[in-house]
T-cell receptor
Framework: KAGVTQTPRYLIKTRGQQVTLSCSPISGHRSVSWYQQTPGQGLQFLFEYFSETQRNKGNFPGRFSGRQFSNSRSEMNVSTLELGDSALYLC??????????????FGQGTRLTVV | AQKITQTQPGMFVQEKEAVTLDCTYDTSDQSYGLFWYKQPSSGEMIFLIYQGSYDEQNATEGRYSLNFQKARKSANLVISASQLGDSAMYFCAMRLTGANSKLTFGKGITLSVRP
C-alpha cells in the first residue's frame, strides 16, 4: 500500500513568487491536512480538506490557500512568498477527520526555502 | 483551546536503556486522543502510539508504552531498550472529536541514543 506522497521534496523560490505543493494521500483516505514546521514555531496547522471541502483552517494569512480534488489529492499554494515562509510543509492523510482516535499518516514533506 | 507542552531539553540515553519523554496537555474537553510521533532527520512523521481519554489501560506498542495520568494531564512516552535508530525528534500531539479535530503538537524533544 503506497504511503503519502508529497512533491516536490525540495524547492527554492524567490521572495514575491508563488509556489504550489502537492500531496497524494493513501488510497481510500478522504482527509488531507497540511502543517508548517519551522524551528521557531514548531508544527502549526494550516488547513484540512475532506471530500473536496475545507473543514478546518489554522491561523495563517490569506496568502496560504489549498484545494482538494475528487481523487483526494490536495495542493496548497502560497502567493507572494516571504522569507518567513521557509519551512518544512507536511501533509497528513486520514480515513476520516472528526474522531479523536483518527490516526494521521504523514508524507516526507516539502522543504521550501525562500531567498 | 488545547495545548501540548514538551519542555525537556535534548535528551540522551545509553543504548539498551529505557528513557521517558515527558508530555503534558491542557484541554477542557472530556473526549480527546493523545498521540506520539517520531520524526527522523528525513522529515517524515512516524506514528508510534495512541491513548484515548477514556482508555483505562496504558497503551503499549512493542518497545513503546504511554504512561497516561489523566488527573495530572500527562502522557509520557517510555521507550524501553533504546536502539541507535531511536535517535530522532519526538512529538506529542492531541486531537479532539468533532469539527475541530486537528492535531495539535508540542514543540518536540530531541532524543540522542549513545552507543
Amino acid at each position: 500500500k503506497a504511503g503519502v506522497t508529497q512533491t516536490p521534496r525540495y524547492l527554492i523560490k524567490t521572495r514575491g513568487q508563488q509556489v504550489t505543493l502537492s500531496c497524494s494521500p493513501i488510497s481510500g483516505h478522504r482527509s488531507v491536512s497540511w502543517y508548517q514546521q519551522t524551528p521557531g514555531q514548531g508544527l502549526q496547522f494550516l488547513f484540512e480538506y475532506f471530500s473536496e471541502t475545507q473543514r478546518n483552517k489554522g491561523n495563517f494569512p490569506g496568502r496560504f490557500s489549498g484545494r482538494q480534488f475528487s481523487n483526494s489529492r490536495s495542493e496548497m499554494n502560497v502567493s507572494t512568498l516571504e522569507l518567513g515562509d521557509s519551512a518544512l510543509y507536511l501533509c497528513a492523510s486520514s480515513l476520516v477527520s472528526d474522531r479523536m482516535n483518527t490516526e494521521a499518516f504523514f508524507g516526507q514533506g516539502t522543504r521550501l526555502t525562500v531567498v | 483551546a488545547q495545548k501540548i507542552t514538551q519542555t525537556q531539553p535534548g535528551m540522551f540515553v545509553q543504548e539498551k536503556e529505557a528513557v521517558t519523554l515527558d508530555c503534558t496537555y491542557d484541554t477542557s474537553d472530556q473526549s480527546y486522543g493523545l498521540f506520539w510521533y517520531k520524526q527522523p532527520s528525513s522529515g517524515e512523521m512516524i506514528f508510534l502510539i495512541y491513548q484515548g481519554s477514556y482508555d483505562e489501560q496504558n497503551a503499549t506498542e512493542g518497545r513503546y508504552s504511554l504512561n497516561f495520568q489523566k488527573a495530572r494531564k500527562s502522557a509520557n512516552l517510555v521507550i524501553s531498550a533504546s536502539q541507535l535508530g531511536d535517535s530522532a525528534m519526538y512529538f506529542c500531539a492531541m486531537r479532539l472529536t468533532g469539527a475541530n479535530s486537528k492535531l495539535t503538537f508540542g514543540k518536540g524533544i530531541t532524543l540522542s541514543v549513545r552507543p
